[in-house]
């Protein structure tokens, strides 16, 4: 009985609070039809905003998932001064709020920044492109790092040994041993960096200035098309960014290791 | 190959692992470190290995002297206590991997796997993976695995601990059996004093870092160098500066002779062919006895009986062999 109580909970808190809103979106963009839903989001606007969005993610995904497997490496397997500090900060992101984050990055690249120079040698970094890669890559740089720490403790390292006493050099080592040990958190972290890259909205709004056809990636016109009142251009490329994420879900389950449990 | 140790050293921050250890392991022998746990036998064998790196000293495989070498070219094959199988390939792939690093061809690799496979009895089982095995079978393959490059020493570091104490028994006689056919100079890190002396040609005893004593398994449950020693290769009474092994107590229900002296039975504990009777003696001293079962039933022993106990031998250490991790020699 109390097995039935549980479950009833347990979905309809997930249906209330997940299914219903993004569900109604699906019903709101598609209420006048396929044809409606496809012409809202085929403006040029929009496809520029789509294709800026992937754009910055092909950047910071990749950048992030290299990264993250270093330092997870270096986090678990190192043995030096300061680890516990740098643990804490790769957590940053996550505590962070988005918006702060941007200011952080207006105030180091603006006019009288640590870095405002750059600008001054053609280099733009604010409402442009690259501050935008950067706001991403720093609110969606924990992930993979989360994802990768926990199992590389849990395979320990006599793999790794047995390997080396085999002849195996230290990236012969990485290659065919650790990382297809990491494989499905790497690839579990690449799915979640992907879908904060994708739907990140308050970093990047603060840096990129928000110029349409220029620096607006999709969550950024979504918010424009919402406030000006084009609701039904909202809702369609609101629908594109949720297949963008359930793409990325299924697309990365083909890459799970064959791996027998 | 054989292995030589010499004057190594190792620490651990402040805790030192090995002190000033020094070991000959003869070409072609099955040799067994032994001690408890933190003795440092682990630490030894990882040194041999070139796992870790020695603070002081050499370590000589053959002639060659190999402390700066790294593991991966040391030609030695290791065995860990819980398997390190890969666990995303196969059988047949962890049992090559060695090969394939090597770039050997294929049809070679092929061959060689085969031969392996057979010799640690896993021939059914190439296409299987790891966690489809027992850990027995997990065992023989990293074995196999290790055996594969050929290596001129084989370690292996707590090979059976991880396994059920049946399965422990059935690989130690066939890890016997292997290392007639094989030859290669082998060494074996156990905690076990009854799995040394089984399994192994010599032992070497090593306590808080240090050698104890080096010898055949009958050597150091003869002629034990120390009171570390003797009570660690097998049960002993303490009788003040007496040792006496339980077999070596002899009950009597009448006084007899000299060195007898009175006991009250505290408890009769049957093991099938054995039984162990524990006894406190008038003293106070507590001993335990064993006897076969035909013996034990001669006495009819009962709990509380007044029975003259006699040790038919006994050893006494000098006062430098008395205090156990001190003393290298009796």
């Not at chain 1, 997940?18 to 496809?47: D, I, K």
């Not at chain 1, 993610?57 to 500090?85: D, E, Q």
């Not at chain 2, 140790?5 to 805790?15: F, Q």
């Amino acid at each position: 009985m109390s097995r039935y109580v549980l479950r009833f909970f347990a979905l309809g808190y997930l249906v209330l609070l997940l299914l219903v809103p993004v569900g109604f979106v699906f019903y709101r963009a598609f209420e006048h039809g396929l044809g409606a839903a496809w012409e809202a989001v085929t403006t040029p606007q929009a496809l520029h905003a789509l294709e800026l969005t992937l754009l910055i993610a092909a950047i910071a995904v990749p950048a992030n998932t290299v990264f993250g497997i270093v330092l997870a490496l270096a986090l678990v397997r190192g043995r030096f001064k300061g680890r516990g500090l740098l643990n804490a900060v790769v957590d940053l992101p996550l505590a962070l709020s988005p918006i702060v984050v941007g200011l952080s990055l207006f105030l180091l690249y603006g006019r009288g920044g640590w870095l405002g120079g750059l600008a001054e040698h053609g280099i733009k970094i604010l409402f442009a492109v690259p501050g935008m890669v950067l706001a991403t890559m720093f609110v969606s740089l924990p992930f993979v790092v989360r994802e990768v720490v926990p199992v590389l403790r849990e395979i320990g390292t006599e793999q790794e040994q047995a390997a080396e006493t085999l002849g195996a050099r230290p990236f012969q080592v990485f290659r065919r041993i650790t990382l297809p040990a990491i494989r499905s958190a790497v690839a579990y972290g690449v799915v979640l960096t992907t879908a904060r890259a994708i739907g990140e909205f308050g970093a990047v709004s603060v840096v990129s200035g928000k110029i349409q056809g220029k620096t607006e990636t999709l969550p950024l016109y979504v918010a424009d098309q919402f406030e000006s009142f084009n609701v039904a251009g909202a809702y369609a490329a609101s629908v594109v960014l949720a297949l963008i994420a359930i793409g990325t879900v299924v697309g990365l389950r083909a890459f799970q290791p064959k791996e027998v449990h | 190959m054989g292995i030589s140790v010499v004057e190594v050293t190792k620490r651990y921050g402040d805790y030192p692992a090995l002190r000033d250890v020094s070991v000959a392991i003869p070409e072609g022998s099955l040799t067994a470190l032994l001690g408890p746990s933190g003795s440092g036998k682990s630490t030894l064998l990882r040194v041999i290995a070139g796992l870790e790196e020695p603070d002081a000293g050499q370590v000589l495989i053959g002639d060659e002297d190999v402390t700066a070498t790294p593991a991966r070219t040391r030609g030695v094959g290791m065995v860990f206590q819980h398997y390190a199988a890969f666990k995303h390939m196969t059988v047949e792939d962890n049992v090559a991997f060695g090969l394939t690093i090597r770039k050997k061809p294929k049809a070679e690799i092929r061959t060689r796997v085969h031969e392996l496979l057979e010799l640690v009895q896993l021939e059914g089982l190439a296409k299987r993976y790891p966690a489809q095995l027992s850990g027995g079978q997990r065992q023989r393959m990293a074995l196999a695995r290790a055996l594969a490059v050929e290596p001129s020493v084989l370690l292996l570091d707590e090979p059976f601990g991880a396994l059920d104490a049946r399965v422990r028994k059935e690989l130690r006689a066939w890890l016997r059996r292997l290392h007639d056919e094989v030859h290669v100079t082998t060494i074996i890190v156990t905690h076990d004093q009854e799995e040394a002396m089984e399994v192994a040609g010599q032992i070497v005893v090593l306590n808080d870092g240090r050698v104890e004593q080096v010898g055949s398994p009958r050597e150091l449950y003869e002629q034990p160098a120390n009171e570390f020693v003797m009570s660690f290769v097998g049960p002993v009474n303490r009788l003040g500066d007496t040792f006496v092994r339980p077999h070596d107590v002899e009950l009597l229900l009448e006084p007899e002779g000299e060195g007898c002296a009175e006991a009250m039975v505290e408890r009769v504990v049957h093991l099938g062919f054995e039984v162990r009777v524990e006894l406190v003696r008038e003293d106070g001293q507590h001993l335990t006895a064993q006897l076969t079962q035909e013996q034990a039933e001669q006495l009819e022993l009962e709990r509380g009986q007044i029975v003259y106990v006699r040790p038919s031998r006994e050893t006494t250490f000098s006062a430098a062999a008395r205090r156990p991790g001190r003393q290298r020699s009796g």
